[in-house]
Structure formats: C-alpha cells, structure tokens
C-alpha cells in the first residue's frame, strides 16, 4: 500500500475549516458585510457541512496510513500504541481550549457586568466527560455538550477511533476480496446513512443523528482510502481525476445554490444533501494531479490544512470573547468601523489558530510520542523522497518501522 502526504487533501482540510468557521461567525459577517454574507448564503448556511467533510478526511488519512500495519491481525500493542498517537494529536489542543473556555467563564463572572450564561453547564461531572472526550456519547443533541463548542466532533471521533481497530480488521480483508471500483461504491453507499435520514425527517440535526454521520462518514473515508490503495493510474488518468475533482467543487458550489433556490418540499436542510458529493471529492483530489489538486497543495494551503485544527477549535472561543466584549463596551459591527472589527477578529482567530499549533500542538504531540519510546524528529519533506508522485512526510514524527513510508495528517 502507498502512503505519504497527500498534500492535496492537507490542503482540502483548510477549506472545510474555514467553511465551518465562517459558518459560526454569520452574524459577524451580516453586521459588518452584509453584501458579502448575502452574495455567500448558500453556500456558508451550510457551513456545518464542513465537519462531515473533516470526518471522511479522518476516516480515509487513518486507513490510508494504518491499513496494513494494523489491518493483517488483531493486535491489542499496537491498537493502544495508535490510540495514544492519536490522543498526542488531538489531546493537547483539545485540553487547552477546554480550559481557556473555563478560565473565560471565570473571567466574565468577576470583570464587567456581563457575566457569562453558561455557568451552569459547568460542573465535576462534566469537567470529567470533558477531559475523557466522553462528553457526547451521553446526549442526543451535540449543542451545550461541550464547553468549547466545537470540540463535539473530537469527542466523536474519539469513538471513531476507538473503533478503527476492528474497522481497519474489515476494511483490509474487503480491499483484498473487492475491486477498487466496488469499494468506491460501497464508500459511497457508506456515506447515504445521514442523507436518507435527512429525506425521512427533513431536517439534518435529529437526536443521536451525530452517531451515524460520524460512524458512516468516517467508514466512508477508510473504504475511499482502501480503493485508492488498489488503483493504478496512468498520468493521463490522474490529469482527469484532478480535473473533475475542479469540476467536483463547481458541483458542490451550484448544488448549494440551487438547493438555497428550490428546497425540497418537507426538507428544511436540503443543502446538506452535499454530503453525497463529498466521497467522490475525496476520491479525485487523493488521486489526483494538476489542477484543483495542485492549487490545493501549495505552500500556503498546506500550512493551512496543518494549524486547520486548532483553528477550529479555537475560533468559537474567540468569537465568544467578542460577543462578551461587544455588550461589554457597546461596540457594533454596525458602525463605520465595523469592518476593521471583524478582521481584527478574524487576525485574532487564525493568529491564535497559528501559535496554538506551533507552542501547543507541535511540541505536545512530540513529548507523548517520546512517553512512548517514539520520539524521533518528523522526516524532512525534500529528503524523505517520492512514491507514486505523493511527497513523503511523517504526521506523527516517525516512520514507526516502515521503510521508505511515513504518515500522512489527519486532524
């Protein structure tokens, strides 16, 4: 099996992020740009979206990755050992904005006069499901389940993660009894579980509807990353699948647009039909070349893709702090200056997104791998060499025995 970075799909990481982020700030974006915001609707209405992206993306980097380490026999060493690289990824960050939305709270309660309202989601129970990344298992909706936010998602794919063990044990038998264009089929039947529901119900944010879109989207992902594995294109082939992977994006832009124009009768979310598209996006961008995929593998955009994560679990804790202090000092995005506001939020937001990657996330993740007996520095790109046309870099600072092979990012 190949494995490596596959920049562009770093890259894609970055856009789902921002869609999520921009997403969460719409009432920023309505006071301060109204025009933008309106010309944007469609597409950032369905910025949610986004974190079904993200749980493909994980589903597909983590096969991608560990299908033939883990995938040959169940061993319980080396299931731990990926659970805990996988807690050194996403641990640290998480602790600390969970804490920086405590110590905010605290704040509010003894400065000014606009204490905080959440105050009483904040108790020893939760503190623990918190830490423990348990807190959505034991509710149906995710909203209030976290004290940042957006941290639902971790605490979902935590769940994913620990039941990538056994999946990866499926998923490796099925990539060698199946041919790579069943499995794409099946990724795709894998990832309609949320789609259907939405149909049956009309709207996409139903109790316990966070358990199928990451479990089937995540399955989705591992199956797209098993069909890859078993493909041999030509350059010829990979040139087209970057270019429809383009076509793909223009697909998903007009779908929001047109679902925007003409629900569906009885469907209140009709633009989270997108969902259907997302596999098949995956699928061009991973095996791609030329195009859409290289843009999305620039320097810029990769960088992007690598603090993606704690940009997203960080921004709803900066929006919150100028919510707080908007009614604090009577501010508005109304006002003439109300531009200059919301891109001293949106600094503060991918600034803090940055240093959190670089003094948190990064030095973090090497100390537990070092716990581990596993801490040896990350390969340099140039020099770690080709394979397939994909740049080897490792994720977790380590080959983690495999020559000529290194991890690719998942967040």
Not at 208 to 231: D, K
């Amino acid at each position: 099996m190949r494995s490596g970075e596959i920049k562009a799909l770093t890259g894609l990481r970055i856009v789902a992020a921002v869609w999520v982020v921009l997403f969460h700030f719409r009432p920023l974006l309505r006071e301060a740009v109204p025009g933008f915001l309106d010309a944007l609707t469609p597409i950032l209405n369905c910025g949610a979206q986004g974190v079904d992206l993200f749980f493909i993306l994980s589903g597909f980097v983590l096969t991608w990755n560990y299908l033939d380490r883990m995938g040959g026999s169940w061993s319980t060493r080396a299931t731990l050992h990926f659970l805990w690289l996988r807690l050194a990824r996403v641990w640290p960050v998480y602790l600390v904005t969970l804490h920086l939305a405590a110590l905010w709270v605290i704040f509010t309660l003894h400065v000014g006069h606009v204490p905080s309202q959440e105050i009483y989601r904040f108790t020893a129970i939760s503190y623990v499901r918190q830490v423990l990344l348990t807190q959505l298992w034991f509710q149906p909706f995710f909203d209030n389940s976290s004290w940042d936010g957006p941290a639902w998602s971790i605490s979902a794919e935590w769940l994913a993660y620990l039941l990538f063990g056994s999946l990866v044990l499926v998923i490796f038998r099925m990539a060698r009894a199946t041919r790579a264009r069943n499995l794409v089929w099946l990724a795709v039947a894998a990832s309609l579980p949320p789609v259907m529901s939405l149909l049956v119900t009309g709207q996409f944010y139903t109790p316990w509807s966070w358990l199928p879109r990451i479990v089937m989207q995540f399955t989705a992902g591992a199956l797209v990353a098993a069909a890859v594995s078993r493909l041999e294109l030509t350059d010829r082939g990979r040139r087209a699948a970057g270019y429809v992977s383009a076509l793909l994006i223009g697909c998903v832009t007009g779908f929001l647009y047109w679902a925007d124009a003409h629900p569906l009768h009885g469907v209140s979310d009709t633009g989270g039909l997108v969902d259907i598209l997302f596999v098949p996006l995956v699928l061009t961008l991973a095996i791609g070349t030329g195009s859409l995929p290289a843009l999305l593998a620039t320097r810029p955009l990769v960088y992007g893709g690598q603090i993606s994560f704690c940009l997203y679990m960080v921004h709803e804790l900066v929006h919150t702090a100028w919510i707080w202090t908007a009614q604090q000092f009577e501010l508005t995005m109304l006002a003439a200056d109300g531009k200059q506001f919301l891109a001293a939020v949106l600094a503060v937001t991918f600034v803090s997104a940055a240093a959190l990657y670089h003094v948190v996330e990064e030095p973090a993740r090497l100390w537990m791998r070092r716990m581990v007996g596993d801490g040896r520095p990350v390969v340099d790109a140039d020099s770690a060499g080709q394979v397939a046309g994909y740049t080897l870099q490792s994720i977790d600072g380590a080959h983690e025995g495999r020559p000529q092979s290194a991890s690719a990012r998942a967040g």
